[in-house]
Structures are given as C-alpha cells and as structure tokens.
C-alpha cells in the first residue's frame, strides 16, 4: 500500500481499465485489433495533446477552459493559411504560435493581472467562440491543397509519425516536471504560491508559461486533427475542455493545484477514450451511453475516495489554497 | 467629516462587499446605451420580459452562489433540469400523476441528485469539480435513456402552463413572485443566518472551519441538496415556460449561470459573494443580450461582450480591492482614494450621459433629413419600410448561413428592412426570448424556422395578437399560431427519400446504419420514425443496424462511423442526416477503404463534393436552401403588406415565379437529390 501512497488515483484508474479490457476481452476481443486501436488512438490524439498541456496548468493551481474555441480558431487560421500556398509545416507552427499567445494572454491576465483563471478562461472562451462563428458565419475552410492532408504524408505513414511525436513530447513532459527544476518549481506554484515567490521564484511568468505550453499544445492538436480530412469545420473542439478536464481530474490532479502526475493523466486519457467506442462494441444502446459514462467516471473515483480516512478527505479537499500541501507535489510518469 | 467618510465608506462596505457598485455602473450604463439605440427597450413591458427570461437562469445563479461562497462548484444544475423536467413530463403523461403530484416528484428527484451531489463532496471528500462533471453525464445520460432521447411530453393544462407564460394583472410575469420568494428566501439563508455564516467560514478557510466546530460536511451537502431542489424548481418553470419537457433541457446553462455569479463578484476561491451581486451579474447579461436584439445587432456580439465585461468588471474589483489591506491604517490614502472612487464614477456617469446624449441629437438630426441603413425606428416624416425579422434555428449552421444569402437577396429586391438573427446554437428558449423582443421592437412581420413546435407557438400567437404577421418557415409551428408556413419538404418527404434512395442503392436486401445529430434533435427524431414506417411499408428487405449520435460534429461523426464499420461489418450504407455528418462519414469510409460501404445523407452539396465526386457519398438529399430563405422572406413581406391574404391559391415570388400555396402551406417543392451529375451546378 505504501507504494501506492501518493498515486491512489492512477492505480485506481489504472484497474479500472483493467476491469474494462477484461471485459472487452472476454466479449468483443475484436476490439483489441491494430486497426481499431490505432483509429482510437488518433481520434483521441488532441484530446491527450491538450491534457499535457492542462496538466501543466491544473498542477500549478489554474484552469483553462478556452482551449476548445482555441483548438478551433488554431484549425481555422491553420487551414486558411495552407490555402493561401503556405507549407503545411509553416500553417503548423503558425497555429501552435497562435495557440501560444491566446494561452499568454489568458496567463498575463491571470498572473499579472490578478484574475482567478476560470473567469479570464470562460471569458475568453465565449468571446473567441462567438468571434469565430461572427468571421466565418459557420463556413468551412474547404478546398485544402491535397498536400494538406496527412502533412504530405500517406495514411499508412501519418499515424507512426504523429505516435512517435506524441509519445516524444509526453515522455519529455513527464521527465521534465519530474527532474527539471522547472518542473518542480510549477508544483512548488500550485501548492504554495506565496511560499515560492518567497524562496525566490518567478511564479507569475511560470504561470504565463504553462498558459502558452497549453495553448502552443492546443494549436499542435488542432493541425494533427486537422489534417486527418480535407476541410476544417468552423465549430471543432466543442466539449473538448470538458473532456481534457475531464481526463486530468480523473487521472488525479487536484484543481486546487500542487498535485497531479502526466501518467494520472494518461490513464484518464485512455480510460474516458476507451469507454464510448467499448460501449459501442458491448451493443450498449447508445441512449444509455452517456449515464454509463458518467457512472463509470464516478466509481473511479469514488473508489479512490472511499480508501481515505474521512477526515483527512474533507479537510484536504475542501482546502482553498496553501498549507501543507507541498509535500504532497510528486511527480511521476 | 471623519465620521461622514466613514459612514460613507461603512455604507459601501455593508451594501457592495465586492465591488458590486462596478457592476451597478455597468448596468445603468447599459440601460441609457440601450434606451436610446434600441426601439421600445425603456418600457415597463420590456423590464418585465427580462425578469421572464431570467427566472429559470436566476434560479439556478442563485442556487450556485452559495455553493461557490462555500468554496465548491455545481456543474450539473443544467443537467439537472433536463432530468426534472423529463421526470415531470413522465409522471404526469405515462404514469397520469396529477399535476402538482408530478411536480412533487420533479422536485424528489433534484433534492435526490442534489443528495448525491451532497454525499460524494461532503461525505466522501471528492473534489466538487470532478463529481458534478460526472453527474452532468449521468443525469443528462439518464434523461436521454428515460425518453430514448425522442420523448416530448406535451399537453400540460393550460393553468400549470399559466406559470411560466402568463400575467398576473397583464404585467408582471406569473413566474416573477416565485423568483422573488425565492431569492428572499436564499438572502436569508446567506446573509441573515447562522448557516450562511458558517458557509462564509467554510470557503474561506475549511480546516479552520472544523476547527471552529462547525458541521463542515453537513452545510457544505446542505448547498448542493439546495441547489439540485432548486434546478428542479427551475425545469418546472422551464416546462410550463415552453409548454413541453424534453431531455435537453438546460443545455449549457451551468456556464451561463457561473458567469452571471462571477460576473456579480463572487470569488471562485469561496469565502466571498453576495446574492445581491448574483442579481446585478445576472440582469447586466440579460440587459446586454435583450439590448442587443431589440437593437437588432449580431447575436454573436453577446458572447464577445460578455467575454470582455466579465474581465473589465473582475480587473477593475481586483485594481480596487488591491490596495485597502496594505494601506488600510493611513487615513490620508484612504481619503484619496475615496475621492478618486467618487471621481471615477462622476466621470463615467458623465461620459455615458454624454454619449446619450450626442445619440439622441444624432438620431433626430439622423431622422429629419434621409433615413439611415440601421434598424432604428423610421421617423413620420419618411415613408414606412417594412421591418421583416427572420429567425434561423441557429446562426452558424452552413444550412442557415446559405438560408441568409437568399433572404438578402429577396429583401434587396423587395426593399424592405431584414433582421436575421437567432440562437448561435440550437435552444428553443433562446428563440421564444428573440421573438418576445421582436414584439417589444414591433417589427412589421416575423419569419421562424421554429426548432420547437409547442413553445414556440404561444409567443407567436401572443405576436398575432399584437398585429404582427407571422410565418414559419423549415419547420412549422401549430397552426393557428403563424399565417403561413413556407414548407420546402415534409419530414414525411425527407425521410421516404432518404430510405428509397438506401433501398434502390443496396438492391432492395441489406443493413444499413443512421448517424444522426444530437440524440434528443427533434427534427431528426422525426425522420427516423418515418423512416422506420416507410422500412415497414415498402423495404421489408432493409435492416436498420443500428442508430449512433454525432452531435453535429464532423469528428465526432468520423470516429463513430469508423467504430460502426468494425462492429457491424455487415452494414453496406451509411445514412448520415445531419448536414456536418455525411463528410465525417464519408471520410471514414474513405480511409477505411470500404469500397463496399455507401455513404448518403441529408446535407449540404458544398462540403460534400469532394467525396461525391470521389464515389464515396452517393447521393445528398437537399432542397435549394439559398431558395428557401428567398421565398421565406418574400412570403412575409407579402403578407404584411396585405397582398397575400389567407385562402389564396398561389403566389408569385420574384424569380422563383409562380409558387403553388396549399392550406396555408406555401409549397417549395419536392426535395433534390444532388449526385455526382448535377452537384457542381449548386454552391451552398
């Protein structure tokens, strides 16, 4: 049990997958296949892009919920530009510097301006989306030169290259919250912001970094999905902030901050992506797929709450901010 | 002097805690903007309206406020209401409660799911973040499983629907007392007792609540009980509101709510918030969003606005409040900042009576000579334009942008004022609030694609009854409660099209799979129970597979379609009937190499010409919609001149020449089938 001692939530999740693929191993073994592990995979890839980036900003105390108008907006302008004879890796970088300097914007407005995060990222949110729909007035960016599809690449090569970036930047993520002093210092932000001002760091422009990393991650995510079909979609990304959220909440991140690993994130990740097609398979019908979803994702982590002393749940989690939980921060992937 | 200042500063402290007095400037601001650029906006009637549109979204604001100044978050109150709502749809209609026994049981099911709520996050200790975004899906999952997401429970009696539609002495709207008693009552509980008390105690420090020996997890559940028994009481009013209980109900209102509670200074982090500022955070969106329908500008501007009072209103509390505890003991500073406040505030109220008031003398200098192209009202001196409104289900469909073009097109001919505006996503409360505006702007005729029959249909008679003609086009209303209905094809026509073409595609023998929109869109709902009769009547060789959601997303559309492809791989066609779902589809097809898979749908000829040319998709079922919105236009414009009269047989309608009227019906025709032959000659 000790080992588990920080890490109740991802060992909790990951038997929860467990208990999943055994199911699905048992009743529809056809889901294990290449083919639909590998559609899953990249059906989820901005998802799991997107949650990195969250995990950032959730472990050092903050919320970002504009990344669905941003994953949109970041298509969009990624899209026109491929269309204007841009290269497809210059309309990338592009989105992902757009992508930064939304995330900069919603960090300035939250470090140096003093705004709790949800309200600057709500905020953002309702005034990016409701611009977007304005300048397009729902069209579609259509008539996308063929070398924008898969990046120049065919269909059977994309996916190994999106993996090996995706698993690239997860694991480079994980080591460096891990062992890199600045990894440390974002959990020192989320537990006790005022402490690491004191002990000397910067936590205003730490937080503005971990906005634009989530918001540069974003614009990635939306040209690796983009670029799966021919024509962007004005509205992409709707609900995609729940999900992300979603994902890193129940991979074991604390919203108040100072907690939260990449691999609890990962496994959440994979077990909200593994849920709606297994239902699928197991011939659930769809009308009752969403109650299903929201049951599992409550027994998850209500297993993890029931293992904890009572008073040890109620005041650690009720807790606002500060106090003790820095020795809590672990890091691990 | 000193005790003045001070009584001064106490008042403010007592009354505005959080800096309300900014939000108080912002509404009065708004109000002097809007009563002089918006028609009819500075009258009791329309004071009254707001209140209406506000009650169900008050309730659940109010409801959140002491949740969030205890340090907690409630997520699934819009969930909520459609759980209630279908409950009471389900108890009074299958199960033939009488009514106030059906709403009893509304009420047990929120004070249930509030429990739940309550013994997760207090008794359990689980984040509040984490247990109501799980709850969002079960409540609104065990909604949409009740009713199989199609139910519509319709037919309350006309004196329950009386609480959400009618007057009480021809003004004030029936539900406003309720509101009131309501928030009263949430007043005292927050500000007048000692459980509110310990709710302050709670969010501002928990452990040291404990410590204080108060019940933590008995107050902190006692909040979420409440706020679930109150989004019961919300659905109710939302119910007898719209006159039908679908498992949609409440659809995104958690955002709006937390930001109408945010906007009125209640921080995130808990400990701090009044009921008072809620209200203000509250009636400063929906004067905004009424403001700027009856002003008829974008709707899209109410969210980009929003976006930026909610930052200007938090940065300015934030500017102000940063200074007091640092320099709270030096008496000259405070002197200094209270007239710098005082300043400040002179100087904005001088600032928005000087705009005011330059806009008046605009206006009238603007009104005596040629008219402007804006929306105002026209002045007696020049002669009349008709102010047509017309309302797609949502502004940023594909579907209804290509609507628009056409009715710019016939109001350019017809030289007519048009106002195009509706919900950026499909709400049917978000309709009936646009129509009650345009009745307060009194606009000449109003044209609906009506996204819900039965609530929809009492403001539109309510508009009849006020001299404003009516017509519906894309989807009708009932029928006494518009003068004509523009139909470009019947559900019945769509659906029959859509199984032939499947039939004469799979050789008459064969499976086949919908992807539809969103599980509870009523539309589709009604296509599919068509096509299933036409499937028992004429295609007892076809085998509807199976019916899989898309949301009106392409992705989602796409990663559906590619799961549907392994787990039935005895399915050859794919019937995508959500415009943004057939691309999904057909891409899907495509990259799994199906050649033997087919792919049709009902949507639009521009996003799926690539795949049609391709052979992926074989046939889009579609009227001219750029054609629908010309006539719907048309239509409007001849019936509030007089020159379309009930009972006639046809009319002419500029270059779409003579179109036949049946029963009020003004037939467009039968739908298109666009294929690989003729697709490239439409652009929509």
Redesign the interface.
């Known amino acids: 049990m000790a080992a588990f001692k920080g890490h109740a939530r991802e060992a909790s999740i990951a038997y929860a997958i467990a208990a999943l693929a055994l199911v699905l191993a048992v009743a ?1 073994p ?1 889901y294990f ?1 290449a ?2 592990l590998s ?1 899953l995979f990249l ?1 989820n890839l901005p998802v799991l892009l997107v949650a990195i980036g969250m995990t950032l900003v959730v472990i050092a105390g903050e919320i970002d919920i504009s990344v669905g108008a941003t994953f949109a907006i970041c298509g969009v302008v990624a899209g026109a530009l491929a269309k204007a004879g841009a290269p497809v890796l210059l309309a990338c970088a592009a989105a992902c510097l757009l992508g930064a300097i939304f995330g900069a914007l919603n960090g300035a ?1 939250v470090a140096y ?4 995060s ?3 990222t ?10 977007l ?2 300048t397009t ?4 960016v ?1 008539d996308l030169p063929p070398a924008f599809q898969w990046m120049g690449l065919t ?1 059977r090569q994309f996916p190994y290259v999106v993996t090996a970036v995706t698993v690239l930047l997860t694991v480079a993520a994980a080591w460096s919250l891990r062992h890199l002093a600045a990894g440390r210092a974002i959990y020192a932000t989320g537990s006790n912001q005022l402490a690491a001002r004191l002990a000397g760091l910067n936590t205003s422009a730490l937080k503005c970094m971990t906005f634009s990393t989530l918001g540069a991650l974003t614009g990635l995510a939306a040209v690796l ?1 983009a670029v ?4 962007i ?4 990304g ?2 995609l902030e ?1 999900k992300v ?2 994902a890193v ?2 991979g074991g991140a ?3 901050g100072g907690t939260g690993t990449l691999l609890g994130t990962v496994l959440g990740v994979v077990l909200l992506a593994a849920i709606g ?1 297994a239902l ?2 197991l ?1 659930v ?11 599992i ?2 027994a998850a ?2 297993a ?3 293992s ?1 002393p ?1 008073f ?10 500060g ?1 003790g939980r820095g020795r809590r921060a672990r890091g691990a992937a | 002097m000193r005790e003045a200042r001070l009584s001064v500063q106490s008042w403010r402290r007592r009354w505005f805690p959080n800096g309300e007095w900014v939000l108080l400037l912002v509404l009065v601001a708004e109000i002097g903007f809007f009563s002089v650029l918006a028609p009819n906006f500075l009258t009791v009637g329309n004071f009254f309206e707001i209140t209406r549109f506000s009650a169900e979204l008050g309730l659940l604001a109010v409801a959140l406020t002491p949740v969030i100044v205890a ?2 978050i409630d997520l699934s109150v819009g969930a909520m209401m459609g759980l209630a709502a279908v409950s009471l749809g389900a108890a009074h209609q299958t199960w033939h409660l009488p009514l106030p026994v059906a709403a009893a049981f509304a009420l047990l099911v929120g004070v249930a799911g509030g429990s739940l709520n309550a013994w ?1 996050i ?1 008794r ?4 509040a ?3 109501t ?10 909604a ?2 009740m009713t ?2 199609a139910v519509n429970y319709t037919g309350f009696p006309e004196r329950f629907l009386f609480l959400g539609q009618g007057y009480l002495g021809r003004v004030v709207p029936a539900q406003l007392p309720i509101f009131v008693a309501i928030v009263a009552a949430y007043v005292v509980l927050l500000h007048r007792s000692v459980v509110g008390r310990a709710l302050y105690a ?2 501002f ?3 040291g609540a ?1 410590y204080a020996a108060l019940p ?2 008995r107050r ?1 559940g006692l909040v979420y009980v409440l706020s679930g028994l109150m989004s019961s009481v919300a659905a109710i009013i939302y119910v007898a509101h719209l006159g039908q209980a679908r498992s949609d109900a409440g659809t995104g209102y958690e ?1 709006d709510a ?2 109408a509670v ?1 906007l009125g200074g209640t ?5 701090r918030g009044t009921i008072g500022g809620t209200l203000l955070g509250l009636f400063a969106l929906a004067v905004l969003q009424t403001g700027l329908h009856l002003a008829a500008w ?1 709707a ?5 606005l ?3 009072l ?2 200007a209103t ?2 300015a509390d ?1 500017h102000i409040r ?1 200074r007091p505890p640092v320099r709270a003991f030096v008496e000259e500073e405070l002197q200094v900042k209270n007239s710098q406040v005082a300043i400040l505030c002179a100087t904005i109220v001088a600032g928005s009576l000087i705009v005011a008031g330059t806009n008046v003398w605009l206006i009238r200098s603007v009104g005596a000579g040629p008219r402007a192209s804006g929306g105002l009202q026209p002045s007696p001196t020049a002669p009349h334009r008709l102010v047509v409104a017309v309302m797609p289900k949502a ?4 579907y ?2 290509s609507c ?1 073009a056409g009715a710019e097109e016939a109001a350019r001919e017809l030289d007519v004022d048009l106002v195009w505006d509706g919900p ?1 996503s499909l709400d049917a409360a978000k309709q009936n609030e646009l129509v009650e505006n345009w009745i307060t702007r009194k606009v000449d005729a109003i044209a609906v694609a009506v996204e819900n029959r039965g609530g929809i249909s009492s403001v539109l008679r309510k508009a009849r009854d006020r001299g404003i003609r009516v017509v519906t086009w894309d989807a009708d209303a009932e029928s006494d409660a518009r003068d004509f209905f523009v139909n470009q094809a019947t559900a019945e026509g769509i659906a029959n099209a859509l199984t032939d073409e499947a039939s004469r595609l799979l050789g008459g023998t064969g499976e086949f799979a919908i992807i539809t929109g969103a ?1 509870s869109a009523a539309n589709q709902n009604e296509w599919i129970s068509f096509i299933r009769k036409r499937l028992a009547d004429k295609h007892p060789g076809l085998k509807l597979a ?4 898309s ?5 989602k559309a ?3 379609t ?3 492809l ?2 039935y791989p005895s399915v050859k066609l794919m019937m995508a009937i959500s415009a ?1 779902a057939v ?1 999904g589809a057909a ?1 899907a097809v495509r ?1 799994a190499g199906r050649t033997d898979v087919r792919v049709i749908g009902l949507s639009l000829p ?2 799926n010409k ?1 795949y049609v040319h391709d052979g992926v998709v074989q046939t889009v079922v579609l009227w001219n919609t750029r054609d629908l919105g010309y006539l719907a236009v048309y239509a409007s414009a001849l019936v509030a001149e007089n020159k379309l009269a009930p009972g006639a047989r046809s009319l002419t309608a500029g270059r779409l020449g003579q179109i036949e009227v049946r029963d009020s019906q003004i037939i467009l025709g039968a739908p298109m089938l666009f294929n690989k032959g003729n697709i490239d000659r439409f652009d929509f």
């Open positions: 529809a056809g296949s083919e639909n559609d059906a407005l301006v003093g705004i709790p949800i309200v600057v709500l905020a953002t949110m309702t005034a990016l989306r409701d611009a729909r304005w007035e729902g069209a579609w259509q269909q999905n799966r079909f021919n024509q979609p004005s509205n992409a709707i609900g729940m959220i979603a909440v129940v604390s919203v108040t097609p699928t398979y011939s019908s769809a009308y009752w797929e969403r109650a299903l979803q929201g049951a994702i409550l982590v209500a993890d709450g029931l904890h009572l040890k749940r109620v005041a650690g989690t009720l807790q606002p901010s106090g | 340090g907690g997760l207090a359990l200790g689980l984040p973040l984490i247990v975004l799980g709850t969002l899906s079960l409540f609104r999952g065990v949409e499983g199989q997401a709670i969010g420090t928990p452990e404990r933590v997890a902190v955002l937390i930001t945010v921080s995130v982090f808990g400990g974008p899209e501007l109410t969210g980009v929003t976006g930026v909610l930052l938090i940065a934030r940063r502004k940023g469909d594909p209804f942008v628009r950026t599980l199976t019916i899989r959601p949301d009106d997303d392409r992705d796409f990663a559906e590619q799961t549907l392994k787990v943004p691309p891409e990259q521009n996003i690539p």
